[in-house]
């Protein structure tokens, strides 16, 4: 079974950048796409973004040109970098496969606050 660990999150005030890490248990990045999610209160968790085992990258759309999602293979660590954050990006964030059928155990997640 793979665990991840999550990182990196605070509060920033509008505008601001935070780097979220995440952590695997195991290497699996050469074989598993991954994601970012993230859940904010009251709400379902969302996908944010994915990267293929090939390199390529997808976005929600709430989040084009702000968030960029990388990963290193040797680290068994997944990225996601935020900028310009706004108030609405305020949820703990998670990373897991990006597979539908393929879900591990969710993490403890990192909550990331934006707020001034």
């Known amino acids: 079974q793979v665990q991840f660990v999550e990182s990196g999150g605070g509060l920033v005030q509008p505008g601001g950048s935070l780097r979220l890490s995440c952590a695997a248990s195991?290497?699996?990045?050469?074989?598993?796409?991954m994601a970012w999610y993230r859940q904010a209160p009251g709400k379902q968790r969302e996908l944010v973004t994915t990267?293929?085992?090939?390199?390529?990258?997808n976005y929600a759309d709430s989040v084009k040109g702000r968030f960029t999602i990388s990963r290193d293979n040797a680290k068994n660590t997944l990225y996601l970098q935020m900028n310009s954050l706004k108030p609405e990006d305020t949820a703990v964030y998670y990373c897991?496969?990006?597979?539908?059928?393929?879900?591990?155990?969710w993490g403890q997640g990192t909550q990331v606050t934006v707020s001034s």
């Open positions: 990267i293929t085992t090939g390199g390529s990258t």
């Open positions: 195991r290497t699996i990045f050469r074989v598993v796409a």
């Open positions: 897991n496969s990006a597979a539908l059928d393929l879900r591990y155990p």
